[in-house]
T-cell receptor, first 115, second 111 residues
Framework: DTAVSQTPKYLVTQMGNDKSIKCEQN?????MYWYKQDSKKFLKIMFS???????INETVPNRFSPKSPDKAHLNLHINSLELGDSAVYFC??????????????FGPGTRLTVT | QKEVEQDPGPLSVPEGAIVSLNCTYS??????FMWYRQYSRKGPELLMY????GNKEDGRFTAQVDKSSKYISLFIRDSQPSDSATYLC???????????FGQGTTLQVKP
């Protein structure tokens, strides 16, 4: 069973389009995250949710909107896609929000290419 | 200056070599450090973590933190071709679970 799954795995789209990436975890974790990894492998947090509540909202353009319908799901919607949005987007989950070095379990990533 | 800095490499070593991977950090408001390994086209996975000072050993891997110089290291003994991956260091705070990652160092272990 896949612990953290993302769909789609690959996404190729044109500038100006709107797209969504879905994430699901079956680990029973309370906290979920979205990360962006650029072409130089730099991994940067975008958002985190704890029990459907937004906790971390980094300086991300408001074209990016996360939504957590329940604590097992965290989706990412991107409006008006730009060339600079091309990257690999990773979803992750961890058992609890805070209190120690809890492992964050990463999904396989969604490779977004904007042309 | 980035909060966590790593030399991106690539680093190429022969099988059996001792590998040293290093990070520096600038913000002392941390609680712990983590090392993640990322194979090509996969998500990162946790290797090990340490608190603000000291060493931690797990099999062939040793993580070390030098608080005075703001330096964190991962040593890999008897490196294997299966260790070929990108290694990401991260510093974390217990308040929000937020991890700040370094750029990652790409390691290749040649048979």
């Amino acid at each position: 069973d896949t612990a953290v799954s993302q769909t789609p795995k690959y996404l190729v789209t044109q500038m100006g389009n709107d797209k969504s990436i879905k994430c699901e975890q079956n680990l029973g974790h309370d906290t979920m995250y979205w990360y962006k990894q650029d072409s130089k492998k730099f991994l940067k947090i975008m958002f985190s949710y704890n029990n459907k509540e937004l906790i971390i909202n980094e300086t991300v353009p408001n074209r990016f909107s996360p939504k957590s319908p329940d604590k097992a799901h965290l989706n990412l919607h991107i409006n008006s896609l730009e060339l600079g949005d091309s990257a690999v987007y990773f979803c992750a989950s961890s058992p609890v929000l805070a209190g120690g070095p809890y492992e964050q379990y990463f999904g396989p990533g969604t490779r977004l290419t904007v042309t | 200056q980035k909060e966590v800095e790593q030399d991106p490499g690539p680093l190429s070593v022969p099988e059996g070599a001792i590998v040293s991977l290093n990070c520096t950090y600038s913000n002392s408001a941390f609680q712990y450090f983590m090392w993640y390994r990322q194979y090509s086209r996969k998500g990162p996975e946790l290797l090990m973590y340490t608190y603000s000072s000291g060493n931690k050993e797990d099999g062939r891997f040793t993580a070390q933190v030098d608080k005075s110089s703001k330096y964190i290291s991962l040593f890999i003994r008897d490196s294997q071709p299966s260790d070929s991956a990108t290694y990401l260091c991260a510093r974390g705070s217990g308040n929000t679970g937020k991890l700040i990652f370094g750029q990652g160092t790409t390691l290749q272990v040649k048979p």
